[in-house]
């Protein structure tokens, strides 16, 4: 069975930093692109980032690209997401999702496999 | 890259049918046929319930059905049940590596 556990969200202040973390199991985690997407309070979904299962492929929304940095052990079947510079925009609950693809690109685009996610709150 | 369009709510009673529309433009839904969709109950997981347009993964009901036509792309849940109630978020793939996601429904079954 799949399993994508999110950790590391909580509150943070404008322009801090914070570090999430998905552990996964249930699948040979290095075979799969995975990825971030995120819902606001009261929003829909967002796509963030994803990358691709050997970890040299990296892809980002404009809207945090340049501020997160996402990346993956395979040795330890975890994927992180390193966000810096955080704006109050940024507040939301973040989905560590997984690809059908080792890769990602148009045919490969969507997420078969979702955790729950963990809520990130960027407030002063 | 602008948020597909969904209308924020649909309803049916237990049986009947419901259709949403995810209408996007040429440069993602009608340029291209991967076209997914979700269903979210608040504070769970979201699951995956069509993908290329129409593809069903296995475990979901045939009851859930996906289309296109042109920029516009369309869920329907047939035979609708009480445990279908949840937001339902269609996503386009939208070229140079991005992705875009509708606005979401809110699907009440009555």
């Known amino acids: 069975e799949v399993q994508l556990l999110e950790s590391g969200g909580g509150l943070v202040h404008p322009g801090g930093s914070l570090r999430l973390s998905c552990a996964a199991s249930?699948?040979?985690?290095?075979?799969?692109?995975m990825g971030w997407v995120r819902q606001a309070p009261g929003k829909g979904l967002e796509w963030v980032s994803v990358?691709?299962?050997?970890?040299?492929?990296?892809y980002y929304a404009d809207s945090v690209k340049g501020r997160f940095t996402i990346s993956r052990d395979n040795s330890k079947n975890t994927l992180h997401l390193q966000m810096n510079s955080l704006r109050a925009e940024d507040t939301a609950v973040y989905h560590c999702?997984?690809?059908?693809?080792?890769?990602?690109?148009?045919?490969?685009?969507?997420?078969?496999?979702w955790g729950q996610g963990t809520l990130v709150t960027v407030s002063s | 890259q602008s948020a597909l369009t969904q209308p924020p709510s649909a309803s049916g009673s237990p049986g009947q049918s419901v259709t949403i529309s995810c209408t996007g433009t040429?440069?993602?839904?009608?340029?291209?046929?991967?076209v997914s969709w979700y269903q979210h109950h608040p504070g769970t997981a979201p699951k995956l319930m069509i993908y290329?347009?129409?593809k069903r993964p296995s475990g979901v009901p045939d009851r859930f059905s996906g289309s296109k036509s042109g920029n516009t792309a369309s869920l329907t849940v047939s035979g609708l049940q009480a445990e279908d109630e949840a937001d339902y978020y269609c996503s386009s793939y939208a070229g140079s590596n991005n992705l875009v996601f509708g606005t979401g429904t809110k699907v009440t079954v009555l």
């Open positions: 999702a997984k690809c059908p693809g080792g890769i990602w690109s148009g045919y490969y685009s969507y997420f078969d496999y």
């Open positions: 290329e347009v129409s």
């Open positions: 040429s440069s993602d839904v009608g340029g291209y046929n991967y």
């Open positions: 990358i691709s299962g050997s970890g040299g492929s990296t």
């Open positions: 249930g699948f040979t985690f290095s075979a799969y692109a």
